[in-house]
Nanobody, 125 residues
Framework: QVQLVESGGGSVQAGGSLRLSCAASGYTVRSYCMGWFRQAPGKEREGLATIRNDGRTNYADSVKGRFTISQDNRKNTLYLQMNSLNAGDTAMYYC???????????????????WGRGTQVTVSS
């Protein structure tokens, strides 16, 4: 059973940075994707960044150039470095894991089988 546990959220002022972590365990699939998503109150969950098991990354336009996804395979941990945060980044942040679809990692939530419980990020202006 795959377990994902996020940490690193908190409150920060606009322009600041945070690094989120997602400790993963239990997955055995060879072809997988991991991703970071967020959901603000009253909004749908949106995909932010994905990383494939070969290290290939992909970013949503809203975070490209500000956020960086990475993984440490020895620690089974996924990271999201977030810089230049603004009030629009306030949301609950989730990590997710799932199989690649036709070799690609999707931003669609339905493509991911496993989810963490989330960590809150609040950015004050």
């Amino acid at each position: 059973q795959v377990q994902l546990v996020e940490s690193g959220g908190g409150s920060v002022q606009a322009g600041g940075s945070l690094r989120l972590s997602c400790a993963a365990s239990g997955y055995t699939v060879r072809s997988y994707c991991m991703g970071w998503f967020r959901q603000a109150p009253g909004k749908e969950r949106e995909g932010l960044a994905t990383i494939r098991n070969d290290g290939r990354t992909n970013y949503a336009d809203s975070v490209k150039g500000r956020f960086t996804i990475s993984q440490d395979n020895r620690k089974n941990t996924l990271y999201l470095q977030m810089n230049s945060l603004n009030a629009g980044d306030t949301a609950m942040y989730y990590c997710a894991a799932g199989p690649a679809v036709l070799g690609r990692c999707s931003f669609e939530t339905v493509s991911y089988s496993y989810w963490g419980r989330g960590t809150q990020v609040t950015v004050s202006s």
